[in-house]
């Protein structure tokens, strides 16, 4: 049975930093993209960043560049999202996602981490 399960989370003041976790299990990844994505109140879920499993090569929405920073642990089968100078506008929660690196959609879906950041 494949799983994502995200953590990380948490209350932060705005210019703090979290690093979220995605711990993958139940199949090889090697072949597929890894993503984070965001959903605030009221919004639609949006792209953050994504990583190739094999190669690494990574991929960032306009918003986090150069905040956000995506990893991968192949030993821990994990994906990070280190996120620093954070902002209020970063409040959501973030759910990991893995698709086949040649398809748009995601086949797989964490249950999300809260990420709360205070002004």
């Known amino acids: 049975q494949v799983q994502l399960v995200d953590s990380g989370g948490g209350l932060v003041q705005a210019g703090g930093s979290l690093r979220l976790s995605c711990a993958a299990s139940g199949r090889t990844f090697s072949n597929y993209r890894m993503s984070w994505f965001r959903q605030a109140p009221g919004k639609e879920r949006e792209f953050v960043a994504a990583?190739?499993?094999?190669?690494?090569?990574?991929d960032y929405a306009t918003s986090v560049k150069g905040r956000f920073t995506i990893s991968r642990d192949n030993a821990k089968n994990t994906v990070y999202l280190q996120v620093n100078s954070l902002k209020p506008e970063d409040t959501a929660v973030y759910y990991c996602?893995?698709?086949?690196?040649?398809?748009?959609?995601?086949?797989?879906w964490g249950q999300g981490t809260q990420v709360t950041v205070s002004s």
């Open positions: 990583i190739i499993w094999s190669g690494g090569n990574t």
């Open positions: 996602a893995a698709g086949l690196r040649e398809r748009r959609d995601n086949d797989y």
